[in-house]
């Protein structure tokens, strides 16, 4: 039995950058509700910040469901 050591190291890069994004997208979904939140307090229109903190969030979301459909195979 041999192991694959490149495929093992391009499945590791992949999952790394794939959670380097994830995260990256979840973090600044946070900031732009943070300022949202703020601006609203303030009594200025949060405008743009909010909708695109819950645009991210769903963009999360659909990557988890992806996630979830790839690994369980009752759905395939």
Known sequence: ??????ALALVAGVTLV???VV???V???AK???A???RKQAG?????TLVGAYA???????IVLFGLWLVIPYFH
Do not use: E, K, R
């Open 36 to 38: 949202g939140h703020l």
């Open 23 to 25: 995260v990256g997208l």
């Open 27 to 29: 973090a600044t979904a």
């Open 18 to 20: 794939a959670t380097v």
């Open 1 to 6: 039995m041999t192991i694959n050591w490149s």
């Open 56 to 62: 991210l969030i769903g963009i999360v979301g659909l």
């Open 32 to 34: 732009l509700l943070d």
């Open 44 to 48: 200025q229109t949060p405008g743009v």
